[in-house]
């Protein structure tokens, strides 16, 4: 089952997480409908929703790494 959290952002409207598959989904201001990420640990989704620029940590830590 995917946990979605609302997040304070420009960017993002939402981050999920199915923590039976360690798959992240980000509900993007500009997509239709999500972008999905693979094998991301639980501890990586936790410190993007708690980030104090969920777009920045977006772009440091999650970006171009979890590919599925």
Do not use: L, Q
């Not at 304070?8 to 999500?34: L, N, Q, V």
């Amino acid at each position: 089952m995917v946990e979605w959290i609302s997040v304070t952002s420009t960017a993002i409207r939402k981050i999920g997480y199915d923590s039976t598959t360690s798959r992240m989904y980000i509900d993007f201001e500009d997509s239709d409908p999500y972008y999905t990420f693979c094998r991301v640990p639980e501890h990586v989704f936790r410190n993007f929703v708690n980030a104090s620029s969920v777009g920045r940590y977006y772009h440091s830590h999650i970006k171009d790494r979890y590919d599925c």
